[in-house]
């Protein structure tokens, strides 16, 4: 059981940044997969979420409007498009496998987590 998230970086406010999480065909292809991000000092938070299939998306108020996600046709790598990004948006953001096919906001409903890539936004 792996996810692999990278794509991370330093940008400067409004610029773009692609965040991508590869997964183990067996633990991702049948299961909502999601992103969260953990902000120093605080509780790690909903970001967006995805169905099995990429036919359901869902999204924090926060990030709607500039965020994207989409999984590959294989369903095994899942991406996260992130555009206007604010100061706001500076966290670890983390991709997880969720324990059904549903895109879903809550923690408890993802069973495994990748390690991590950092985004910082400048302003």
């Known amino acids: 059981v792996q996810l692999q998230a990278s794509g991370g970086g330093v940008v400067q406010a409004g610029a773009s940044l692609r965040l991508s999480c590869a997964a183990s065909?067996?633990?991702?292809?049948?299961?909502?997969m999601g992103w969260f991000r953990q902000r120093p000092g605080k509780e790690r938070e909903f970001v967006s979420a995805?169905?099995?299939?990429?036919?359901?998306?869902y999204y924090a108020d926060s990030v709607k409007g500039r965020f994207t996600i989409s999984r590959s046709k294989g369903a095994s790598t899942v991406y996260l498009q992130m555009n206007s990004l604010k100061p706001e948006d500076t966290a670890v953001y983390y991709c997880?496998?969720?324990?059904?096919?549903?895109?879903?906001?809550?923690?408890?409903?993802?069973?495994?987590w990748g390690q991590g890539t950092q985004v910082t936004v400048s302003s």
């Open positions: 997880g496998s969720g324990r059904s096919s549903s895109a879903r906001s809550d923690l408890p409903a993802y069973a495994y």
């Open positions: 065909a067996r633990t991702s292809s049948n299961n909502g």
């Open positions: 995805i169905n099995w299939s990429g036919s359901s998306t």
